[in-house]
């Protein structure tokens, strides 16, 4: 929201970022275009992934932010532009190495019927392993560990089938920590869930974070748990950030207006403090 | 952990599953148990401990020629045959985790099919291909056209990347076309031709000899291992593109090799036994079910698919007293049942 810092406009990027111009990243974009064949979706964006802070991506219905999210995993190839890691372009880096750094849950991920908690949370070690090496110490402490964070530990020789909603997304957040991998990104990690589950999945994510020092990026549609659970906002519209910066200050009722063209109030969370934001809606409106 | 126990030595490591483990051993015994019958099983019989006595070296020269010479290659073509086939399956329905993708649904033994018919009805006719030539003709056009038959349904079910379940429609449609050009071709040949033809299209055992066994154990002693060092990265690429992605699998290289690998076992297999129909659907949902794993493990599939020809071509040549019937016959009796139970059981899935 605010102008770049002169010394950027003039250095090399990354040396003004080693020489602490601005706070550190190990993961940014820049100048990305994406989308699929003709269809762009994004265009233009650049965005720095601070670390260890919990970014929740916000923004109506198609505006590019699962897109965003998975250009960042390198799930998609720009049409343009690069993203960075650790000043690497990420696109040439070995896949596996990135996987060791870089940890992605997709919307709506799938598996087969049968699997146990156990055997899905051991595919997460995937990128550690090698034909040869495929269930090591190591592998073993990182899952008990993984399944020990999310209280699923109890679950572990269950089947996929025999959960619920809520226990499924926590084995499926457990195998993207099993990853270790410092940086997350979760598409939608609370979709399908009702409320309680879905501060309980976001408490997990929080705890990720203060415990474990984990940079997270999250898309979240729920725009008072996000300013909540967050400590950065991004804001999109239209394949484009508005507005990026703490909760506070980007969650306004201009904001509002012209992100997701909804009339609404924002006031204080009398729990957090965090802004709440309170639609009015037509039938309120004359009133 | 429970449900995972370890087997490691020294930097290697695996997780330690006994009824996987088990599965494939016993399968193996009974491989050999029935390969021992089948081969006893003629106008001059042998018992199974003969047979066994003149595997490991032992018996006088007649029974050494019978057996050696003359039965031994045709069980040893099935078993090979079924394993190829087997294991072809199990990458399919691993790579496109659907159990309907393998090659005898995808149009990849039919196309084998076509092209070997159109050697034996075309060849046959002009007379341009005979004897040695029309022996090495018919595999090898069965081999180039199942090949070829892949490459177009892959390319047709291409969109950026491949799906599971577009694969298997475009599979179904060139599976369709092809049968119908094989057809068409029987009705141009002569007779004679016309019911060699039909012969090699139910798939049969028949006169396989030394010949037939070399290249699929050629093939199967390239692609065994090379699939086994790919298996890794199946466990990943069967949570969806996105999933294996992050874990790092190079997800379009891996599939699009495996795929090969997959259409070369069931080509080779083809080449030299006809499409031997439903082996390669059934096996690895049954080696799945008995090893009690998620998906279908590949050596287990191997083991019982050369089970499931084996015991198929032992059925075939004795169950009917003096009539011989060409194993294809027994595995499309057992598999096509099978077939039906999984179309109607996805269809209550999909409704559900």
Not at chain 1, 60 to 77: E, F
Not at chain 1, 86 to 101: L, Q, Y
Not at chain 1, 160 to 175: F, K, N, V
């Amino acid at each position: 929201m605010t102008a770049l810092p002169a010394a950027e406009s003039v250095a090399p990027v990354a040396t003004a970022r080693q020489e602490g111009g601005s706070p550190p990243s190990r993961l940014h974009a820049e100048n990305l275009r994406l989308g699929y064949g003709e269809n762009v979706i994004v265009d233009g964006l650049d965005i720095d992934v601070l670390d260890n802070t919990v970014t929740a991506v916000i923004g109506p219905n198609g505006c590019g932010k699962s897109t965003l999210l998975r250009a960042l995993g390198r799930l998609l190839n720009p049409q343009q532009g690069h993203v960075l890691l650790d000043g690497k372009r990420i696109d040439r880096m070995p896949t596996k190495e990135v996987a060791r750094v870089i940890g992605v849950l997709p919307q709506t991920p799938q598996a087969p019927e049968g699997l146990t908690v156990a055997d899905l949370v051991a595919r997460g070690r995937h990128p550690h392993q090698t034909w040869y090496r495929q269930w090591s110490s190591d592998d073993e402490s990182a899952v008990a560990e993984a399944l020990r964070l999310t209280g699923m530990l109890e679950f572990a020789e269950r089947t996929l089938d025999q959960l619920s909603g809520g226990q499924r997304q926590r084995a499926w957040i457990s195998m993207a920590l099993a990853q270790g991998t410092d940086l997350l990104l979760l598409d939608e990690p609370t979709t399908y869930l009702d409320l309680a589950h879905q501060v309980d999945v976001l408490d997990l994510v929080y705890r990720l974070h203060a415990e474990a020092g984990r940079t997270v990026v999250m898309v979240l549609h729920d725009l008072n748990l996000a300013a909540r659970y967050a400590d950065r906002l991004v804001a999109m519209r239209a394949g484009r950030i508005v507005a990026q910066g703490e909760p506070a200050e980007v969650l306004t009722e201009e904001l509002l207006r012209e992100v997701f063209e909804l009339d609404a109030r924002v006031v204080p969370d009398p729990v957090a403090g965090t802004p709440l934001v309170v639609p009015v809606g037509a039938r309120n409106r004359s009133s | 952990m429970p449900g995972r126990p370890p087997l490691r030595v020294g930097p290697a490591s695996w997780v330690l599953r006994a009824r996987a483990l088990a599965v494939p051993l016993v399968g193996l015994a009974v491989v050999v148990l029935l390969m021992a019958v089948n081969i006893g099983r003629g106008e001059f019989p042998l018992s199974v401990t003969d047979v066994l006595n003149v595997l490991v070296g032992g018996g006088d020269r007649p029974q050494r020629f019978i057996v050696l010479d003359l039965r031994l290659p045709r069980s040893l073509t099935g078993a090979l045959v079924g394993a190829a086939l087997g294991l072809s399956g199990a990458l399919t329905q691993t790579i496109t985790r659907n159990p309907l993708a393998t090659p005898d649904i995808t149009g990849i033994t039919a196309g084998a099919g076509a092209a070997a018919v159109s050697v034996i009805v075309v060849g046959g006719s002009y007379g341009s291909l005979t004897g040695q030539l029309a022996e090495i003709g018919v595999p090898l056009a069965g081999l180039v056209g199942g090949l070829l038959s892949a490459i177009l349904v892959y390319l047709l079910a291409w969109q950026r990347g491949v799906e599971g379940y577009r694969l298997v429609l475009v599979g179904l449609g060139a599976h369709a076309l092809l049968s119908s050009l094989t057809y068409w071709l029987l009705t141009l040949g002569d007779v004679t031709d016309a019911s060699r033809a039909v012969v090699w299209l139910t798939g049969s055992l028949n006169g396989r000899g030394w010949e037939h066994v070399t290249p699929v154990a050629i093939a199967l002693a390239v692609l065994v291992p090379l699939t086994l060092l790919g298996a890794h990265a199946l466990g990943a690429l069967q949570m969806g593109d996105d999933t294996a992605r992050g874990l790092g699998v190079r997800v379009n290289l891996t599939r699009a090799l495996l795929l090969l690998a997959a259409v070369a076992l069931a080509a080779v297999a083809t080449a030299a036994a006809g499409p031997v129909a439903f082996v390669a659907l059934a096996t690895p949902q049954i080696a799945m079910r008995l090893s009690r794993t998620a998906q279908p493990p590949m050596i287990a599939s191997a083991v019982l698919g050369a089970v499931l020809t084996v015991g198929s071509d032992l059925v075939a040549r004795t169950a009917f007293g003096a009539v011989e019937l060409p194993v294809g016959i027994i595995t499309a009796v057992l598999g096509a049942p099978y077939l039906m139970y999984l179309l109607v059981r996805r269809y209550r899935e999909v409704r559900a």
